[in-house]
Each structure stands twice: as C-alpha cells, then as structure tokens.
C-alpha cells in the first residue's frame, strides 16, 4: 500500500500559467479532497469528492477546478496561476465521509508562483 | 463564520515538562473534533472527540472535549524530544468540512 500519493514534490509557476497537482490513493477510499496550508492559518478545504464523478466545493475553491473520473485519482487544476497560490497543497483520503479519525495525507506539494 | 482557535502559536519546553494545549471553537454544526501531529510533512491523526468529559489517552498524550465551554485540551507528559511538532486541532462541521486551527508549534528541547 503506497497510501496517498502526491506529485510533484515541489513546483515554481510564473504568474499566469496553468498546472495540475497530481494526487492517488490505492486504499479505495470514496472520499478526497484537498488542503493548501498557509502560514499561520492551518489547513483549508478546497475541493472535495465523495466519489468517482462527484465533486463539490470547499471553504476556498476560487482558482481551483478538480475532477474525479477514477476512484484512485483526484487531480487539482491551478487554471491560471497567481501569487496568492503560494502555499503547501495536501491531499487527502478517507475510505467514507463519516470517517474523519480514518483521513490519509499525502506527504504535500510546495508551490510557489512568482 | 466557522472559527477554531488555537493557544498558544508557539511553545519552548524541556525534556520531561508537561503541556497543555489548547483549542477553542465556534461553529454552527460540530461534529467531532480531532487533533493531529504533523511534523515534517503531513499530519498524522493522535485523536477524535465527539462526547464531553470523556479523556482519550495514548500514551503520555492524552485529550479531552467540554461541548459546553466549545474546547479542548491535549496534554503531552513527560515531553521528549520526538514530541516536536506542529499540533494541529481540527472540527469537522459537518460530512465533508473540517475546519482547522493554525496550530501550536511545541519544541521540546533536551
């Protein structure tokens, strides 16, 4: 079991430019979503998926889109990069949405955009 | 707006100290509230708490939840210096929410 993963590991952008944040679980969890964690602000919620073909929108989705085709995979899509993107992406998998003690992290993507 | 705070931001202690941590919330839905340990790189879960009064323990790291006065505590004994971390307190608002507070960064110094 890989567990979550994440790639790349890190990541700079030119302000402007578009790119996607890779995340897969190989737990067949129904439920994902993702985190960007900011200095002095904790984690915050971007998008969330619970399941294959459904997606919804967290506390900060603006800038973000997200898709889920396969159980495994829950990519984020930067659609033009700004500044205020800076920040450390985490995904994360549990196999329910009634299973919060039961949340994976990934090991997280730092991204800076100039 | 949902709201976790967390106390204090920071913390210095030494081997063998013991601390308390604190978490307080104001939210419109509570769920559960969960602390998790995050070091390098991602967090890792330590508890969840749904009911008041009820301690849950691992360790010399254990947790507690009052719904009534909206806080928790976690409290580390006997500190070493593995226990360096960034804790972070989270309240789930409902099934696909968690809000999360910024964190107390502990270091334990030998």
């Known amino acids: 079991n890989a567990g979550v993963t994440q790639t790349p590991k890190f990541q700079v952008l030119k302000t402007g430019q578009s790119m996607t944040l890779q995340c897969a679980q190989d737990?067949?969890?129904?439920?994902m979503s993702w985190y960007r964690q900011d200095p002095g602000m904790g984690l915050r919620l971007i998008h969330y998926?619970?399941?294959?073909?459904?997606?919804d929108q967290g506390e900060v989705p603006n800038g973000y889109n997200v898709s889920r085709s396969t159980t495994e995979d829950f990519p984020l899509r930067l659609l033009s990069a700004a500044p205020s993107q800076t920040s450390v992406y985490f995904c994360?998998?549990?196999?329910?949405?009634?299973?919060?003690?039961?949340?994976?992290f990934g090991p997280g993507t730092r991204l800076t955009v100039t | 707006e949902d709201k976790v705070v967390q106390s204090p931001l920071s913390l210095v202690v030494h081997e063998g100290d013991t601390v308390t941590l604190n978490c307080s919330y104001e939210?419109?839905?509570?769920?559960?509230l969960l602390w998790y340990k995050q070091e390098k790189k991602a967090p890792t879960f330590l508890f969840m708490l749904?009911?008041?009064?009820i301690e849950k323990k691992s360790g010399r790291l254990s947790s507690i939840l009052d719904k009534k006065e909206l806080f928790s505590i976690l409290n580390i004994t006997a500190t070493q210096t593995g226990d360096s971390a960034v804790y972070l307190c989270a309240v789930e608002v409902n099934n696909n929410d968690m809000r999360f507070g910024a964190g107390t960064r502990l270091t334990v110094k030998p």
């Open positions: 998926s619970v399941g294959a073909g459904i997606t």
């Open positions: 737990m067949n969890h129904e439920y």
């Open positions: 994360a998998s549990r196999r329910t949405r009634d299973e919060p003690y039961e949340q994976y």
């Open positions: 939210v419109t839905n509570f769920r559960s």
């Open positions: 749904t009911s008041s009064g």
